[in-house]
């Protein structure tokens, strides 16, 4: 097997991308405070088409070198928007018929391996801060709570990661749904 160069890959460019279908997933970033995971965040998105990252509370927004660094450009081509509060895009988010999901650990969560989503409806997943995750007001909110299975003794998964993960499972389901 050879490795594929670069040029071999058919990378959309800026304005394919902006254009292209985009997967029925908004992101919300709630009060991120590190840097590198804002930027992996943008990657993961562009790699998924995601329609949009909503950046909440204290999450830093572009431009910015640390979030360029690890973002690779994926800035420039995912939707983002800066909101201070949360729960007002949540609210907004709902009268505008998205379904949202708080990702975390609460009781009657549904797990991920669990989760069917529903064809031709559009899906806002809530991440939350690194210590503290989503906030109480915000699971309250949502239409119900998604929790990555784990089986180690922490528990726990960096943000960037438990991102890349949700959404790979919610792609899948989706795509195939179609």
């Known amino acids: 097997m050879r490795k594929l160069a670069n040029a ?3 990378r959309k460019n800026i304005k394919e991308f902006k254009e292209a279908q985009k997967t029925p997933i908004i992101v919300i970033l709630d009060d991120i405070r590190s840097l590198h995971n804002i930027g992996s965040v943008f990657r993961t998105s562009d790699a998924f088409l995601i329609e949009k990252i ?4 204290i999450t830093a927004t572009p431009p910015n070198k640390e979030i360029h660094k ?3 450009g994926a800035t420039e081509t995912v939707t983002w928007e800066y909101a201070k509060d949360v729960l007002e ?3 907004q988010l709902k009268s505008e018929n998205a379904k949202v999901y708080s990702v975390e650990q609460t009781e009657n969560a549904i797990m991920l391996d669990n989760f069917q989503p529903e064809t031709n409806t559009k899906y806002a997943l809530i991440f939350g801060n690194e210590v503290k995750g989503v906030s109480q007001e915000a699971i309250n909110l949502s239409d119900g709570v998604i929790e990555i299975p784990q089986l180690g003794s922490k528990h726990s998964l960096n943000i960037s990661v438990s991102v890349g993960i949700v959404i790979w499972d919610l792609f899948q389901k989706i795509i195939t749904k179609k």
Request: glycine share 8%.
């Open 89 to 91: 895009v949540v609210n």
């Open 8 to 10: 071999e890959l058919e």
């Open 70 to 72: 690890t973002a690779l």
């Open 54 to 57: 909503y950046l909440c509370g």
